[in-house]
């Protein structure tokens, strides 16, 4: 059965980009028949803010969103754990200023947006049993490919060349979110991931660890950010009004669904029910 789902970090208020995203990503599942998932990515506590859960469920039901199961990943420590057993990794002690030291007398600044660990405490002799470790996964040496169903992009990456062996377990033991996305997408039956376009570049990570755990890969839909929609700047920058404050301040719903889908160059009227964008997404998919 499709099965889509909207994965909100509950650390404060829902901005209007990720309601976007979670309206496109329930119109992506609701217009092939398929069920919907709130996941909630809860797993670095530090970052929680209780009251968000019912702020984000009270948003998206005023958009007239609704789900077919709820989770938490702060209920599922077990399933990360036991996945993370089927995995090659090793513990590493490197603070950021040594790898960045590392990267840089190796070869210079980095030509990739991020650092790329060098893989030190691979040799079990450099790491310091005096400090914590997280875990890293030994990558494979492989170039990773995904097309992304939304813009019809490609992207290949070799993971030991552009990323290097990145963190599943944090050091105070938080699992990691890469690790954590690609276990719970699977175990929920996940088909098709819409989210925003800053995931795009992790999607490589993701399907090499579907790879090693033996999980499909689902349908990838990433979704250009928004910027200057109604004072939106980047995602989650300071500024922009809140979907609660928007919500308790009396917009319409129908206005913002049918600002949301002209954004996309989707043709409503003024006011958009969920019926017209489902109509306007099924007929950009046919196209
Ligand atoms: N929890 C992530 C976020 O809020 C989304 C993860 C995903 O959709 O894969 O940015
Ligand atoms: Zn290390």
Redesign the pocket.
Known sequence: MPTGRFAPSPTGPMHLGNLRTALLAWLQARSVGGRFILRFEDLDTGRVRGAAYQTTRDDLHWLGLDWDAEYRQSERLDLYAAALTQLDTYP???TRSEIQASVQASAGAPHGPEAVYPG??SDPA?RRPDRPAVLRWRVPDETMCVTDAWTGERLCQNLEAEVGDFVLRRGDGVYAYHLAVVVDDFEMGITDVLRGADLWAAAPRQVALQRALGYPTPAYWHVPLMQGFRGERLAKRGGAPSVRALREGGTDPAILRAEFAVLLGWAVGEKASLEELLDALRQRTAD
């Open positions: 590493c002690t490197c030190t405490c450099k």
